[in-house]
């Protein structure tokens, strides 16, 4: 069984910097791709960005702004917050997925975090 427990969330003014981080356990860490998705309250969780071996994927109101990660010797994935904009405050779920590529989708993925809060003010 696979635990994912998500750290780094907090309140931060728009325009600064946070750093989410995603500990992994209790499988081998290489045959997962990992994910990052939010979700506010009354919306859908929505995709933020993926990593496999062979490279990342992010979705376009994020890209340029933040960066995906992992730390192969601690089995930690990071999301690295630039620019952060009021329309990125919610829960940020980390998840792994089983399978290959670079998945996009809620349901492709086996395994979620607890969730963090990310709040972004004026």
């Known amino acids: 069984q696979v635990q994912l427990l998500e750290s780094g969330g907090g309140l931060v003014q728009a325009g600064g910097s946070l750093r989410l981080s995603c500990a992994f356990s209790g499988r081998r860490f290489g045959n997962y791709a990992m994910g990052w998705f939010r979700q506010i309250p009354g919306k859908e969780r929505e995709f933020v960005a993926a990593?496999?071996?062979?490279?990342?994927s992010y979705a376009d109101s994020v890209k340029g702004r933040f960066t995906i990660s992992r730390d192969t010797a601690k089995n930690i994935v990071y999301l690295q917050m630039n620019s952060l904009k009021e329309e990125d405050t919610g829960v940020y779920y980390c998840a792994a997925a089983a399978r290959v590529g670079l998945p996009r989708l809620k349901n492709e993925y086996d395994y979620w975090g607890q969730g963090t809060q990310v709040t972004v003010s004026s």
């Open positions: 990593i496999n071996w062979s490279g990342v």
